[in-house]
């Protein structure tokens, strides 16, 4: 408890500081799909945060070098796991800071009914562009997911590789066996939070559709409510990955891990 209460200090004290980056450094800034724009505390600084704050909270920190599949594998996630309305402005900043693991993963938004709010706010011209976001957002997901699980059974297979080479081979050093069974932890973490947020967009569309069709019933309501349940179809295929299972427990040799764990990038 004692720990707990410190690390939840220390939580409090590197939010803070990011906070207030984010709001004097202009770094909410976004570029392609959704990443930080090229800026010093999105390409240094937060990334140094939050490998110190997982190493602090006793979850696993690789520093071996990203892949090429590891790194597709982080682009491709990062819509998935921000707000999908650029207007939940407070969302996406908590989201950005899980990204870094500065932040717990339980530190982002659940509320279902953030993504329908976002939606109408503001002035339209016609209820037509709220249904056709909805249709846009859904389709968009689920090809993002489908990309998403080729991108993650790459990493997975090469997980398996990597285990299989560490247990066979007598070459390796004692100081390269942590980091390589810390990484294979970091990517099942990173592919359990997409399928996580996965199932919450799918209930933040559902929710928005429901209401859109109470406040302003349309034609465009089919057209949406095909595209989430398409989405539905095949989120749940693209979530059946066959995982090795070294996420939240102890291996052979591997380290313990507590509490989710995201992902270096």
């Not at 799909?33 to 090229?38: A, D, E, S, V």
């Not at 990484?183 to 919450?200: D, P, S």
């Not at 057209?223 to 095949?234: F, K, P, Q």
């Amino acid at each position: 408890m004692r720990k707990a209460g410190r690390h939840l200090v220390v939580s409090r004290s590197i939010l803070a500081a990011a906070l207030s980056c984010l709001a004097l450094a202009g770094c909410s800034t976004t570029g392609d799909l959704g990443r930080p724009r090229p800026n010093i505390f999105a390409d240094q600084i937060a990334p140094a945060l939050g490998e110190w704050a997982a190493r602090f909270g006793g979850d696993a920190a690789s520093w071996f070098h990203l892949t090429d599949d590891e790194e597709r594998l982080r682009a491709r996630a990062w819509r998935l796991v921000l707000p999908a309305h650029e207007r939940s402005d407070v969302d996406r900043e908590l989201a950005k800071l899980a990204h870094s693991r500065i932040l717990p993963t339980e530190g982002q938004a659940g509320d279902i009914a953030a993504y329908h709010r976002a939606l109408t706010s503001g002035s339209f011209a016609s209820q037509a562009s709220r249904y056709n976001r909805l249709s846009e957002d859904a389709n968009g997901d689920r090809l993002l997911l489908r990309e998403f699980r080729a991108n993650a059974l790459r990493v997975i297979n090469a997980d398996r590789a990597r285990l299989r080479a560490l247990d066979a081979s007598q070459l390796v050093p004692p100081e390269q066996r942590d980091p390589a069974y810390d990484r294979v932890v970091e990517n099942e973490g990173l592919m359990l939070w997409v399928c996580e947020r996965a199932r919450f967009r799918l209930k933040s569309y559902r929710y928005s559709l429901d209401n859109l069709v109470v406040e302003m019933p349309s034609r465009e309501a089919i057209r949406a409510e095909r595209a989430i349940m398409a989405l539905e179809s095949d989120a749940g295929p693209a979530c059946d990955l066959p995982l090795i299972g070294v996420f939240g427990r102890r291996g052979e040799g591997a380290p313990a891990t507590r509490g989710p764990v995201v992902y270096k990038g």
